[in-house]
Structure formats: structure tokens, C-alpha cells
């Protein structure tokens, strides 16, 4: 037993040195800082939301309307312009990012973990279990991921809840697939054979020696996962039957200036290029991890 | 090979027998009555009650799952609640326009990121390759919902080049095409040019080098052909993926194929159009990963040599 | 080395291969349609081209009930009797004369000599006794004539329709597409009526083509052959006659309006319209059961200016259930927006800190959107806290039958353009929860006018009638009503004779370019 404990300490002070050894990576692709630069930007613009467009003491600062001040295009004041009630789209690009965030995080958290299991069970147990499962995790594939949202987000009332439902079951399969083929490669090696044969449960091994040497590709999967939910909520707002407003989400403030677009393009300008951004960072962000913690890629 | 085409033909049946499983039960648990949709707010409680029994709504879900998997396994897709008309030919009449959508738009993606992937491959570190890579990760960034609506904006509505609806002249195709098109072409290069980059680093191409080979010689002679067969899995992903895509965009560009139909039949809930629509979009995905798959076994003599 | 550049060239020409057969099929798909594209408009005259925002739902008339189908219906099915577009009053249309019984419980009707069917087949008062029996038994429009309790035919072109109770309006609902005579082969795929055009060919979800019926009765100012596209996006159907795709677009977003005034070919065609927004209260839901509540909402909105907004100026403020253009419409201005007095009305109601409710509507409407952004702001100034929730049109009659809404916006179309048709479902205690009173009001004295209102025919007994329900309405404020609609078309400018009719329906055989 005293050889396990040994063994799992020096796997942990090797695992810190590695996890040095990826951020000094990452740290060297100016891509890749450049992605997490502005993801963290983001976030701290999604908490100080209420700092930089504060509510008027009745209304949200989301929802001040001025009907006074009805479609105006960008200028000093409203840089974003104004949109059909007169409202902020600064504010509201600014609050949509908590929005977006948010969604995006619960989604990553909700498919990640569903997946992870499904993909971690199916690796480490095989046979009729792998069978089941990756079966079900291919019939998740082959239906379109957006008629499955929309079935889905049909099917309950809409809100947070359906969106993160109708997006996380269409992303599970990705995570199951990355999470199984990890175990697949982690089981075959030496060190899980050695805890087998000291008398390791399999509920231990998995949880010590499998999980945390499946992380890397699973964060990989995560960050891209991220851009891949908070696409797919503004889809979704975009076709109606997401988040509410007037919450602003950006897919849904894009599907709201939709009708207006040929005289207030603002209106869809400026949602659509907060979503591309936020993606565009979040991709380079992906993309940086996997080099780093994959250095064969990259030469 | 034909025994590995036939094992993975039969392993679709119960991965599409789920299908139906999974969208019958969404679609059991959907709020929203059919029959009470069809009739109106204003038809009385009895004539609602015997459209219900008319459409089999009343039956408890395993007598109504088992009657349509049976009706499926005979062909029988069961007829529209709206429209009355069946199923099968609904969808079928739409399919060509949504495969044409889906082919115009993966030949664009494969005629950009091909091209741009072996360049910035051949390229790397060039001001092009940096270029091409920023450009390739926002070519995917891009929601194309967000892109159709700028492209309509610029070309449709600004410019008055193109038109911005419908599907049957060469004209209609190139905004929707491009629009679902361009996220893959980023995603082709990129597999494109980390492929082609990998194969570069081979020691057969160092050889050619060192023998003196000029540069295009090797690219093309040597290391396209090898190159481009992860290239084949991505593009047969993408079929998929831009099947999808077209779901979307034919709603913006007021398209009439099998996406239009079926957000359309959702809405409105007609059941038998959803289950149908959904189990013929899985049939074809798998049709089209198989494909592939079978593609690139031939092409890859390391692949080919494990189905014998 | 060779085999594998060989197979991955393959590839591409098998994409390549698969869009030509696409392409193929799809011209194949398009068949007699003759696949005009968007790109201009034919060069023959009489060919018009309409982009409307859908195709019907069903071509058999008895078997569908929106307003898309009706269009399409109205062309190639006449029913029995029609409304003026200009004057909401009824024509004939299949009968040339018509009788009413002095109890309003039976009606004569002579039918127009010598009308066919498109296959030649004539039209007797049998066809038509039948074509109305189908109208009862269809769960879907039986409704309309469901006070039909018996019809005689009398000989070849006179009939007689029983009523099982008296029913002054009945003429009305026998103008409804849903009344409409078809021949007995009838069906979706094969519409056989008398109208004034002919379904060619049709491609799903995409367009109809109509021609010409050379025998109809009635007179075709000249157009020979209709093109019937489906667009869904207002936006979308405006750039189509911007850009030549089209002659006519069939209802424009109000945002749109200037655009189409300052252009120089097109014209837009506006109507009044037989359609009301509002709001209503689940009235058997607490705290809209109390009446302080009601009028403390009402008092809260500004509805002058929510239809201003969300309207874009078109239409009028609402100022009773009925628009302006249906018979028996009386009216009331709406409260004027007071929040001192509403706040006191809700501090009366025990609600000074507010509550928290939920609005709803169906999420197709983007507009609803709008008015219920406004609403939730306009009620957050007396402590309510509305969420808005959008619910696809299947989940949201789901509940609101069930009576699990609390505010929701909702319109209702009074086609016949009679103040029964409008207030009696919705008004009268019998349409809870099925029928069309989704705000479960309930008042017997309401009642009791209501169905004396349907068995009278003194039209000034029956205007006093709808008089004092429309003011028992106002008073017991279970609806706020918020907006009357306007018809809003757009056309090329050679487009003549294109008149709107109040309901949405346009006689397009009326039309032609000048």
C-alpha cells in the first residue's frame, strides 16, 4: 500500500512540472495569448457588467428604453447605436457577454462531465458496455445537432435550462469520443498493469490513474467546446426559441435587428461580431492548449 | 472490403433504430397538442378529441412507437398531419435542392482550403502562412447565420449583385452556398495544411530533397497524394456537418428544402414529418461517413490491409 | 501511388457528379412550373408573380383553416357568398339570391345557373347539400356552420338550410373558404372547385401555379397565370419585387413602409383590417381575478404608444375588440396611461410591493416581441415583474387552453366581419376553455345579449346589443385591447386593380397591368 502512495506523490510533482512545461509552451504562441488575453477580457467585462452599463434603479442596464432615441446609428454617445426601443446596444452587447458566458459554461460543465462518464466507461469496461454506449453516442452524431437542439428545446419550456439541455446533449458525443480514446491509450500502459496487480479496484484506477491522465485532450475539447455552446445558444436565440427577452443574448439581439437590417445594420453588426470574436479567441485559445500539451505537433 | 461494407451497413440498423427511439420519444414528451393545432383555438373539445383518434394520438407511447418502427420497416413514413400527404414523398421531393445546397457548398470549401492549406503548408512561417492561419481560424469563428445575413446585406441588398432567395439559378446558388461554405473551407485548410506539413517532416521527402528534387517536383509528385487522405475524413465530416448547416441557412435564404420543411414541421408539430425527416437526415449521414470511411481504407494501403 | 491519386481525384469527381444529378432533379422537381427564377420578371403581361409568406397548408378547403390556405382557396374555390372588399357587405358569389326566414332559422338560397366545375361537371343544389354536409362533419372548419341542422334540396338549383337554432349571421359564415363548394373527388393533391383560377402544378413549400378557368362564371380582369412563391422573411419578400422577382409582396413589415413610398416603381396597397391585438388576463387566476389588478395594468400601459411603436404608425390604437370595419364596431378610447392611479389600485388590491407574473405569446410574432418588451417595462413602474415567454404556436395553445397563462398577447380575426363571429367565442361563458375565451370571462348578463344578439336580425336592436357587451368589456377590462391591425402590400407600379380585402383576402382575378 506504502508503494501506491509514494507512487501517486511522485506522479503529482511530475504532473506540476508538466503543467509548467505546457504554460511555458503556451506562453510562447503569441496566438495563443492573444485568445486568452481576450477571453479573459470577456470575462471580466461579463462580471463588471453592471459597473460599466448600470441599471437606472428601475431597469436593468439591459433594458432602459428611450423611445425617444429610437434606431440611431453608432455615434459619440451610443457607440453601438441604439436599437428599436431606443436601448443601449453597448449595454447590451456588454450584459449579453455575461449571457453568453454563463450558457456556455453551464453547457461545457453539463456535457463534459455526462460525456466524460459515458466515454470513460466505455473505454475502461469494453465490451458490452462500450458497445451500448458508443452506439447510443452514435445515434446522438447522426441526427443534425441543430434539428436535435430544436426538438429538444421544443419539448421543454423555454429558458436557460432548455438551452443548455438542447445544446449539451448535441456536444456530449464529442467528449465521450475524446474521453474513450484517451482511456483506450492510457489503459494499455505500464503503470495501470502495476496498480492492477497490487490489488487496485477499477473505481480507483480509473479515478487515479485513468481520469487525470485523460485531462489534457478533454480541456482541449473543452475550450473548443465552449466556442462550440455559446454558438449554438445564439443559434438557437437566433431562431426564437432560446433565452428570452430581454435578456440580451447575442444570437437573440441578432435575430431581434434582423428585421431592421437593411436601414440599422448596427443592430446586427455589432451581437454578430461580439460572437465572432468571442469564438475567434476562444478557438486561438484551443488551439494554443492542444500545441502545448501536445508538443509533437508543433516543431 | 465487402465483408467490412456489409458489417458496417448492419450496424447502422440499430443506431437508426435508436434514432427513431430518440426523436419518437421527443417528440411523444413535446408539448403542444397536433389535432388542436390543426383545428384551432375555436373547434370544440369533440372535434378535437376525434382528429385525435383519427391521427392515433390517443394510443399509449409503445403501441404508438411499435406501429410507426413497423410501418418504417415496410417503407411507410406515415403521412404528414398537415399537409395529408406522405411522408416519404414530402422529403423526398425536397432532398435533391438540400444535397445540391450541401454539394455546391463542400466543392467550395474543398476548391479554397485545399489550395490555401497547401500553400501556407509549403509556406510555414511566411507572412501568407500567419495570414492564412488567422484567417482560417476566423473563417470558423464566423457563426454562418451571422454571415448569410452581412452577405446578404453587401451583395443582395448594397451592391444588388446577387440574389438573396430562392435555389434555382446559378445566381441563387453562390450566397448560400458560400455562406454555409466558408466555415469548412477553414477547417480543410487547417486539417490541409497540418497534414501536409506532417508529411513534409517524412523521411522519403528529406530524401527527394537532398537528391537535389525541386520543390514543386516534391509537393506535387510526393507529398500531395499522401497528404490529402486525412483531408478525404474531413471533408466526409464536413458533409455532414454542412447538411446540418444547411438546415439553418435555408431558412434565411427562404430555400425549400428538407431544413425549411422540417423547422417548419416542428413548429407546427407535425410528428410523422420530424421522425421521418430526422431518420432519412441520419440515413444519409451514415451513408455519407461510410463512404468516406471506405474511401479512405482504398486510398490507405495501411488502413485497406486491416479489412481484408 | 498512382491507384491512390487516382481514387482521391475520384472523390472529387463523384462531388462533382452528385451536383449535376442534383441539379438534374432539381429542374425535374420544378416541372411544368416552367422554373422562372428571381432573377426577372417574365415579359408576357398577364403572368403575375406573388411572393407570399406561405403556401397552403391544405388545398381541400374543408380541411384547413390559415390564412395562407385562404388565399390560395379564395382563387380556386367560390363558396357560396363573398365579402365586399371595399364595404365588408355580402355578396353573392355560387347563389344568385338568398332568403331569409323571418325567425332567423331558415335560409333559401338560389344558386348561379349554368356553373361547372373545373373538370366540366356542373354545380346543383345536390353537389352544393353535400359540399356543406362535408363542411359539418370536418373537425376542422365544422364549426362555422355548426348551427346547420338540416338542408333540403327543393330542385335542381334551390335549397333550404335548417337551423337548429335562430342564427342571423349565417350568411356571413357561409362566405368563410372553409364553406367553400368543392367537387365530391376533391383533395389535397387535386382541388376541383369553380373559382376563378386553376392549381397547374404545384411544388411543395415553394410555389403554386395557377392559370386561368376560361369558364368562370365570374369576370377575370385579365390575368391568365398566377406564380405563388413562399417566402417567409418580410424583408426577403420585399427585396424579390425590389429586384424584379416578383409583381406583388404580400404583406410588408411596417418598418419597411417608407422604404416603399420613397420608391419610385413600387407602390404599397394598404387596407384596414377585421384583426385586433391584445392582451389578456387569466381572469380565474389570482391576482387577476381581482378587478383592481385589471385596471391597475391597464392604467399602467400606454397603448397609444405601444401600437405607435411596435407598429411603426401603421394601423390605429385599439378601441374595442372589433376593428372599425366590423359590423356593430363600437368605440371606446382606451384608459389613458396613469401611474398614480394605478399604483393606488394596486395598493388597494394589496399589491403596493407588486408581484411577479408571466407574459407570453407565440414566438412566431416577432412583433409580440416588441409589445411585450415595452409591456414588461411599462408594468415594471407598478412593481410587476412580467418574464416574457415565447412559446412555439403547438406549446402555447397547450397551455393556454389549459388556462396556465397569466398575461398573454394574442389577435383575433373577426373574418365574417359580424360583431358575433368576434364576440360571442370569446365573450360568452361557453368558450372557456375551449372556443376562443382564453381570458375566462364570465359575466351572464354578457350572456345572456351575447345570444339574443345571434337570434335577431333588427339591426338596431342588434347594434344596441353589441353596444352594451362591447361596454360590459371595456368595464370588466379581461382584455386590453391594444392594436388594429392594417393590411400592408406592396406591388410593382403597373399592377392595377389591386384591392385588399379587410380579411386579408385579395380577389386577385381583379387585378391587372396597366
Not at chain 2, 141 to 149: Q, R
Not at chain 2, 207 to 218: C, D, N, W
Not at chain 3, 287 to 308: E, G, K, M, Q, T
Not at chain 3, 393 to 411: N, Q, T
Request: glycine content about 8%.
Amino acid at each position: 500500500m506504502g508503494d501506491v502512495t509514494v507512487n501517486v506523490n511522485n506522479e503529482s510533482k511530475k504532473k506540476r512540472s508538466q503543467l509548467h512545461d505546457v504554460w511555458r509552451r503556451f506562453r510562447k504562441s503569441p496566438i495563443a495569448m492573444t485568445g486568452l488575453c481576450v477571453v479573459v477580457f470577456m470575462v471580466l467585462v461579463a462580471l463588471f457588467a453592471d459597473v460599466i452599463a448600470p441599471s437606472d434603479g428601475r431597469n436593468p442596464g439591459y433594458d432602459i428604453h428611450n423611445l425617444g432615441n429610437r434606431f440611431q446609428a453608432p455615434n459619440a454617445e451610443h457607440i453601438m447605436g441604439t436599437d428599436e426601443f431606443g436601448r443601449d446596444i453597448f449595454a447590451r452587447v456588454v450584459h449579453g457577454s455575461r449571457v453568453s458566458l454563463l450558457v456556455g459554461f453551464i453547457v461545457v460543465t453539463f456535457s463534459m462531465t455526462l460525456g466524460v462518464i459515458v466515454g470513460a466507461i466505455a473505454g475502461f469496461f469494453g465490451k458490452v458496455a462500450e458497445n451500448i454506449l458508443m452506439r447510443f453516442i452514435d445515434v446522438l452524431l447522426s441526427i443534425p445537432p441543430i434539428l436535435l437542439a430544436i426538438s429538444i428545446a421544443a419539448a421543454m419550456r423555454p429558458g436557460m435550462m432548455s438551452i443548455v439541455l438542447a445544446v449539451g446533449i448535441g456536444a456530449l458525443p464529442l467528449y465521450a469520443r475524446v474521453m474513450r480514446a484517451s482511456v483506450l491509450t492510457v489503459k494499455e500502459q505500464e503503470f495501470i498493469e502495476a496498480a492492477y496487480s497490487i490489488g487496485a479496484s477499477k473505481f480507483r484506477i480509473i479515478r487515479k490513474h485513468v481520469l487525470p491522465n485523460c485531462i489534457a485532450p478533454i480541456i482541449v475539447q473543452a475550450t473548443m467546446g465552449l466556442a462550440y455552446a455559446i454558438l449554438w445558444a445564439a443559434a438557437l436565440s437566433f431562431l426564437g426559441i432560446g433565452i428570452q427577452p430581454p435578456t440580451p443574448e447575442w444570437g437573440a439581439m441578432l435575430s431581434e435587428g434582423r428585421m431592421y437590417i437593411r436601414d440599422h445594420w448596427h443592430m446586427v453588426m455589432f451581437p454578430g461580431m461580439a460572437i465572432a470574436i468571442m469564438i475567434f479567441a476562444l478557438n486561438m485559445m484551443g488551439d494554443g492548449l492542444r500545441d502545448a500539451f501536445d508538443p509533437r505537433l508543433k516543431k | 472490403m465487402h465483408k467490412y461494407i456489409l458489417r458496417r451497413l448492419l450496424m447502422m440498423v440499430p443506431v437508426l433504430i435508436g434514432v427513431t427511439f430518440v426523436i419518437f420519444t421527443l417528440t411523444y414528451i413535446t408539448e403542444g397538442d397536433p389535432a388542436r393545432m390543426l383545428a384551432g383555438i375555436q373547434a370544440p373539445e369533440e372535434q378535437v378529441e376525434q382528429l385525435r383518434e383519427q391521427l392515433g394520438l390517443n394510443d399509449p407511447f409503445a403501441v404508438q412507437y411499435f406501429r410507426y418502427i413497423t410501418n418504417v420497416a415496410r417503407l411507410d413514413f406515415g403521412t404528414s398531419f398537415a399537409t395529408g400527404r406522405p411522408v416519404f414523398d414530402e422529403i423526398i421531393s425536397r432532398f435533391p435542392t438540400t444535397m445540391h445546397l450541401t454539394a455546391m457548398s463542400i466543392i467550395i470549401a474543398v476548391l479554397i482550403g485545399v489550395p490555401l492549406g497547401i500553400l501556407s503548408a509549403t509556406k510555414q512561417y511566411s507572412v501568407f502562412d500567419g495570414a492564412a492561419t488567422f484567417v482560417g481560424l476566423m473563417g470558423i469563428s464566423i457563426p454562418n447565420f451571422w454571415l448569410s445575413l452581412m452577405l446578404i446585406l453587401l451583395f443582395g441588398v448594397q451592391l444588388g449583385w446577387l440574389p438573396t432567395s430562392g435555389f434555382d439559378t446559378p445566381s441563387q446558388w453562390i450566397l448560400p452556398s458560400f455562406s454555409i461554405g466558408i466555415s469548412s473551407a477553414a477547417i480543410i485548410m487547417r486539417m490541409t495544411r497540418s497534414s501536409m506539413l506532417e508529411v513534409l517532416r517524412q523521411d522519403y521527402i528529406r530524401t527527394a530533397k537532398a537528391k537535389g528534387q525541386k520543390g514543386s517536383v516534391i509537393i506535387f509528385r510526393h507529398a500531395l497524394k499522401n497528404a490529402l487522405i486525412p483531408v478525404i475524413t474531413i471533408v466526409g465530416l464536413e458533409i455532414g456537418v454542412l447538411l446540418g448547416g444547411a438546415i439553418l441557412t435555408e431558412n434565411i435564404f427562404s430555400i425549400a428544402g428538407i431544413g425549411r420543411f422540417m423547422v417548419d414541421a416542428i413548429a407546427r408539430r407535425d410528428y410523422p414529418v420530424i421522425q421521418g425527416g430526422v431518420l432519412l437526415l441520419a440515413l444519409t449521414f451514415s451513408l455519407v461517413n461510410l463512404i468516406v470511411d471506405v474511401i479512405y481504407a482504398y486510398v490507405d494501403p495501411r488502413i485497406r490491409s486491416q479489412y481484408k | 501511388m498512382k491507384k491512390r491519386l487516382i481514387a482521391t481525384l475520384m472523390l472529387f469527381a463523384m462531388i462533382a457528379a452528385l451536383v449535376a444529378a442534383c441539379a438534374q432533379d432539381d429542374s425535374a422537381a420544378n416541372g411544368g412550373a416552367g422554373a422562372n427564377g428571381g432573377d426577372a420578371v417574365p415579359a408576357v403581361d398577364d403572368h403575375l408573380i406573388v411572393v407570399a409568406r406561405g403556401l397552403a397548408v391544405n388545398m381541400h378547403p374543408h380541411e384547413a383553416l390559415d390564412m395562407n390556405s385562404a388565399y390560395l382557396l379564395n382563387l380556386v374555390f367560390d363558396p357560396l357568398f363573398r365579402l365586399n372588399y371595399a364595404t365588408m357587405e355580402i355578396e353573392y358569389a355560387l347563389a344568385e339570391s338568398s332568403e331569409m326566414s323571418e325567425d332567423a332559422t331558415s335560409l333559401n338560397i338560389t344558386l348561379r345557373p349554368g356553373v361547372t366545375f373545373h373538370n366540366g361537371d356542373p354545380v346543383n343544389a345536390e353537389v352544393v347539400r353535400d359540399s356543406l354536409y362535408h363542411t359539418m362533419n370536418s373537425p376542422l372548419v365544422g364549426f362555422l356552420i355548426s348551427m346547420v341542422d338540416n338542408i333540403e334540396v327543393n330542385d335542381e338549383l334551390n335549397l333550404t338550410i335548417n337551423l337548429a337554432a335562430p342564427f342571423a349571421p349565417i350568411r356571413r359564415h357561409l362566405t368563410h373558404s372553409g364553406t367553400a363548394i368543392i367537387h365530391p373527388d376533391t383533395t389535397n393533391d387535386n382541388p376541383i372547385g369553380t373559382g376563378a383560377f386553376i392549381q397547374e402544378s404545384i411544388v411543395l413549400d415553394d410555389r403554386v401555379e395557377l392559370v386561368a378557368n376560361e369558364n368562370w362564371w365570374g369576370e377575370n380582369a385579365g390575368i391568365n397565370r398566377i406564380t405563388w412563391r413562399a417566402m417567409p422573411e418580410g424583408t426577403a419578400r420585399l427585396i424579390e419585387i425590389e429586384t424584379g422577382g416578383a409583381h406583388i409582396a404580400w404583406d410588408v413589415n411596417p418598418s419597411d413602409l417608407p422604404r416603399i413610398e420613397a420608391h419610385d416603381n413600387l407602390n404599397v396597397h394598404r387596407s384596414s383590417s377585421i384583426e385586433t391585438h391584445f392582451m389578456a388576463f387569466q381572469c380565474e387566476k389570482a391576482p387577476f381575478n381581482d378587478i383592481r389588478v385589471r385596471h391597475a395594468i391597464a392604467y399602467a400601459l400606454d397603448i397609444p404608444l405601444l401600437s405607435y411603436t411596435a407598429y411603426e404608425g401603421t394601423g390605429s390604437p385599439a378601441d374595442s375588440f372589433l376593428t372599425p370595419v366590423v359590423v356593430y364596431h363600437h368605440s371606446i378610447a382606451p384608459r389613458a396611461q396613469n401611474l398614480d392611479r394605478a399604483r393606488e389600485l394596486m395598493a388597494e388590491a394589496g399589491f403596493a410591493d407588486g408581484f411577479s407574473t408571466t407574459l407570453e405569446f407565440n414566438s412566431e410574432n416577432q412583433i409580440y416581441a416588441q409589445l411585450a418588451v415595452m409591456i414588461a417595462s411599462m408594468l415594471r413602474e407598478i412593481n410587476i415583474d412580467a418574464e416574457i415567454l415565447q412559446f412555439e404556436w403547438g406549446a402555447y395553445l397547450d397551455r393556454v387552453l389549459a388556462g396556465e397563462h397569466e398575461l398573454m398577447l394574442l389577435s383575433w380575426n373577426t373574418i365574417t366581419g359580424d360583431a358575433d363571429y368576434g364576440l360571442f367565442d370569446t365573450h360568452h361563458s361557453s368558450g372557456f376553455p375551449f372556443g376562443g375565451n382564453q381570458s375566462f370571462y364570465s359575466n351572464p348578463a354578457t350572456d345572456a345579449l351575447l345570444e339574443e344578439g345571434r337570434s335577431t336580425l333588427d339591426s338596431a336592436r342588434r347594434a344596441e346589443i353589441y353596444r352594451l357587451v362591447q361596454e360590459q368589456a371595456f368595464e370588466a377590462a379581461n382584455i386590453l385591447n391594444i392594436h388594429h391591425d392594417e393590411r400592408l402590400h406592396a406591388a410593382v407600379a403597373s399592377v392595377r386593380g389591386f384591392g385588399v380585402n379587410p380579411t386579408g383576402i385579395i380577389d386577385l382575378w381583379n387585378v391587372f397591368f396597366g
